[in-house]
Every structure is written in structure tokens, then in C-alpha cells.
T-cell receptor, first 112, second 112 residues
Framework: NAGVTQTPKFRILKIGQSMTLQCTQD?????MYWYRQDPGMGLKLIYY???????DKGEVPNGYNVSRSTTEDFPLRLELAAPSQTSVYFC???????????FGPGTRLTVT | QKEVEQDPGPLSVPEGAIVSLNCTYS??????FMWYRQYSRKGPELLMY????GNKEDGRFTAQVDKSSKYISLFIRDSQPSDSATYLC????????????FGQGTRLTINP
């Protein structure tokens, strides 16, 4: 199993550009999550999904959108990128009856 | 007041020392208390978790939860240079979607 994979690893965006961060898991987990981690800080939940077609906002959803059309994929869309969105983005997944979340390697995003 | 507070350190100790890492929290509904380890430029990985109060031991690691004080701890015995990482505490209520709330993380260095 590859676990949770994220692409791209790194990206530099200009202010106002848009992009999609990709996340795929091959563990058949029904729950998936997007977090961001600012330098020297913990992770904050952006959006989460409890199954295909079901998504909900986390603590810091503004400026982001998500969709979940399959169990495996949970892309995160940034519209009109702003410098405040410079961060490391982690995708995670879990079973509904297991508190352990498995994290991907992260995407480092810089907005200038 | 943040829901979860963690001293960011950095903490530097000699090899073989006992390390104590701590978090406090304010939400009495938290039931799952997790410790994640994050190596530089990697995703977090679950070290161990405790449900409700009490202690849990796994090799050189011991997690303690005191719900009356809203205080959790992670002890590392016989610390090794390979333990050098950022340690993040995280908590969830366990109700519905498993939304983790993270502390800031403590950067730990074990010196040979």
C-alpha cells in the first residue's frame, strides 16, 4: 500500500492564481481530511469528508473548496491565492471506527 | 484561549535522559488524546493514543492523561538521537467525524 499520497510536493503561486492540491489514499478509508501547518505551529483542519459526496468545513475553510467524488480522492482547491495561504498542506485519512489518522507527506505552498 | 496549549520549546536534552512533554486543554468533551511525531519535512505519524484517563505504555514511551486537570503528558525514557523530532499533541471528542485539534508542537533535540 502506498498509503496517502499528495501532489505536488512543492508549488509557488502568484497572488490571485488558483490551483488544486491532489490527495489519494489506497486504504479504503471513508474519512478524509485536509490540514494546514504554518511555520512553528500545529495543524489546523480546513475541510473534512466522511464519505464520497459528503464534505464539511473545519476550523479554517475560507479561501478553499473541496469535493469528494470517490472514496480514494479528496482534492483541495485554492481560488484566488493570497500570501496568507502560504503553508504546508497535509491530507489525512482514517476509518470511521478508528481514531488513528494517516497523514500524507505534505505539499509546501508559497504564495508571492 | 486556545483549545489545546503546548509549549513549543525548543527542548534539548542529552542522550539517555528522560523527556517530559506536556499539553493542557480546555474542552472537557475531549475523549481521545493522541501524540504524533513529526520529523523535519515529513507528515505526522501517530506515536500512541489514550482513550479517556489513565496511562498507556509502549516501549520507551508512556502517555498519561489527567482529565481532572485537563493535562496530558508524554514521557520518553532512555532518549535516543533518533527521537529528535517535533512532538504534537492532538485531541478529539470521538463523536461524529474525528476532527483533531492539535497543539503547537514541541521541537525536541536529543544530543549524542
Amino acid at each position: 500500500n502506498a498509503g496517502v499520497t499528495q501532489t505536488p510536493k512543492f508549488r509557488i503561486l502568484k497572488i490571485g492564481q488558483s490551483m488544486t492540491l491532489q490527495c489519494t489514499q489506497d486504504m479504503n478509508h471513508n474519512y478524509m481530511y485536509w490540514y494546514r501547518q504554518d511555520p512553528g505551529m500545529g495543524l489546523k483542519l480546513i475541510y473534512y469528508s466522511v464519505g464520497a459526496g459528503i464534505t464539511d468545513k473545519g476550523e479554517v475553510p475560507n479561501g478553499y473548496n473541496v469535493s469528494r467524488s470517490t472514496t480514494e480522492d479528496f482534492p483541495l482547491r485554492l481560488e484566488l491565492a493570497a500570501p496568507s495561504q502560504t503553508s504546508v498542506y497535509f491530507c489525512a485519512s482514517s476509518y470511521s471506527n478508528d481514531p488513528e489518522q494517516y497523514f500524507g507527506p505534505g505539499t509546501r505552498l508559497t504564495v508571492t | 484561549q486556545k483549545e489545546v496549549e503546548q509549549d513549543p520549546g525548543p527542548l534539548s536534552v542529552p542522550e539517555g535522559a528522560i523527556v517530559s512533554l506536556n499539553c493542557t486543554y480546555s474542552n472537557s468533551a475531549f475523549q481521545y488524546f493522541m501524540w504524533y511525531r513529526q520529523y523535519s519535512r515529513k507528515g505526522p505519524e501517530l506515536l500512541m493514543y489514550t482513550y479517556s484517563s489513565g496511562n498507556k505504555e509502549d516501549g520507551r514511551f508512556t502517555a498519561q492523561v489527567d482529565k481532572s486537570s485537563k493535562y496530558i503528558s508524554l514521557f520518553i525514557r532512555d532518549s535516543q538521537p533518533s527521537d529528535s523530532a517535533t512532538y504534537l499533541c492532538a485531541m478529539m471528542t470521538g463523536q461524529g467525524a474525528q476532527k483533531l485539534v492539535f497543539g503547537q508542537g514541541t521541537r525536541l533535540t536529543i544530543n549524542p
